[in-house]
């Protein structure tokens, strides 16, 4: 690992000299400057992990070298030292964005313990920006697998509207992949360096859904023994989005309602309401506008939640995706067992291309790791799942006897267990199946 590089700006020689050489002992590299203007030419050239400041540091201050400093990067770390008697003037560096002061005279542990930490929080800055790229690299429109004509819609409009504010309902078949439309659309958007947080208004019963939203006050009900923010706040600036959103009960619908119309929200127990600016994507797998025939979700709150809305298509009805599909999943899985990428062959192609995905592109991530895991260099029509290989279906071996599916995966069981020298264990792990499974298999077999 490299050396952090740690900035000393500091007028006095015999000061600098302590701290310098306290530094270097240490470990760090350390660049010096005497004076305000020196101290931004070498933070801009040698980009420090760490600046440390005296606040007196002659004609221009500490104080604004720091605005300098974070006008060229925000998120710089910047401890600042003053005499014991200035440290009001400490504060107001803290407020202007300081990570911490150190007051002369100092320890010398407590300096270098100090210096530990603001360089720790340097690195958790920078994991941060290294994870939010990967985050906007991975949901980049571009990543989106699918370039059928039934997508290539949906693409056109997700792009526009990502740069809005508008609320958005996406509809559309359970594992369709709404929430990663979602999150496309809000890594896409000004608001890509704020929150994202999902909720699945499903999942949770109705008061714990309703304190997870809004938030509660200390006190509001048994239990709630300090404040929490709700989720509407702490989405902040960012997106909330709310998977599921048409199982939400009628009386939280009116709450929620109000909430967006008046862009503020009133926690459990509180009497005074707190303002907010999350955008709300809402997602269902349900016919919302259904829903609202029957009675069973608000018209009002449908139409405030659909400013724009769309319904993702299954993915029956984009077979040609498929192929594209099934070969991203296999690269990633090959990726994730560390082994050379497989190749699909035409007949297993066919197969996913035929089958009718009830459970959409989830179920299709989740064959096509099944087939990664159970093949050897090839992903052949007997490494899928036993529904999308129909056992009435006939098929040919290599002889071009024609043989049932069933008949396939009887050898193919088989030849794995020779191979592993009857160890019915490590057979059972790599068909992955249940041991008692593979008894069940076997007895029917005659073995």
């Known amino acids: ?83 014991y008697s200035s440290v009001e003037t400490a504060v107001a560096a803290l407020r202007k964005g300081a990570y911490d002061y150190i007051t002369k005279p100092f320890i010398n542990e407590d300096l270098l313990q100090t210096v530990k930490n603001a360089l720790r929080q340097r690195e958790l800055f920078r994991e941060n920006h290294y994870l939010r790229r990967e985050l906007k690299a991975r949901y980049n429109f571009d990543n989106i697998i699918g ?40 890594y896409n958007s000004p608001r890509a360096d704020k929150p994202f947080i999902a909720i699945n208004c499903g999942a949770l019963p109705e008061n714990l859904l309703e304190s997870e939203l809004f938030g509660y006050v200390k006190g509001a009900f048994t239990g709630a023994n300090a404040n929490k923010i709700g989720l509407l706040r702490a989405a902040n600036g960012g997106t909330l989005f709310l998977d599921e959103v048409g199982e939400m009960p009628a009386a939280l619908q009116v709450k929620l ?23 709300v994507i809402a997602a269902t797998n349900r016919s919302l506008e259904e829903e609202v025939n029957q009675g069973r979700f608000r018209e009002d709150l449908f139409y405030r939640l659909s400013v724009i809305g769309f319904t993702l298509p299954p993915l029956r009805d984009r077979r040609e995706d498929i192929p594209l599909l099934a070969r991203y999943f296999v690269r990633k899985f090959c990726q994730e067992q560390g082994v050379p990428e497989k190749k699909v062959s035409d007949e297993a192609m066919q197969r996913l291309i035929n089958y009718g995905w009830r459970g959409n592109v989830r179920e299709l991530q989740n064959a096509m790791e099944r087939a990664v895991t159970l093949s050897e260099d090839q992903i052949e029509i007997i490494h899928l799942p036993p529904k999308v ?59």
């Open 1 to 83: 690992m490299t050396q952090p590089t740690i900035l000393i700006v500091e007028d006095e020689d015999l000061m600098c000299g302590i701290i310098a050489g306290l530094l270097t002992d240490a470990g760090y590299r350390v660049v010096t400057a005497a004076d305000a203007d020196a101290g931004l030419n070498l933070f801009t050239t040698e980009a420090p992990d760490l600046t440390i400041s005296d606040i007196n540091i002659g004609r221009v201050d500490g104080l604004t070298l720091l605005d300098r400093i974070k006008q060229v990067d925000a998120d710089a770390v910047v401890v600042m030292i003053t005499a």
């Open 147 to 186: 370039r059928s004509d039934a997508l290539t819609g949906i693409f056109r409009l997700i792009e526009k509207i990502a740069a809005t504010s508008s609320s958005v309902l996406i509809q559309g078949e359970s594992g369709t992949g709404k929430e990663v439309i979602a999150r496309a659309i809000h």
């Open 257 to 279: 309602l109000r909430a967006l119309q008046e862009r503020e929200v009133t926690p459990l127990g509180a009497t005074k309401p707190e303002s907010f600016d999350a955008r």
């Open 389 to 447: 290989n129909d056992a009435n279906i006939g098929t040919r071996d290599l002889t071009g006897q024609t043989v049932t599916l069933e008949e396939l995966e009887r050898r193919y069981i088989l030849d794995i267990l020779a191979r592993e020298e009857d160890d019915k264990i490590r057979t059972a792990d790599l068909l992955g199946i249940d041991l008692s499974t593979l008894y069940r298999k076997l007895k029917r077999y005659g073995r």
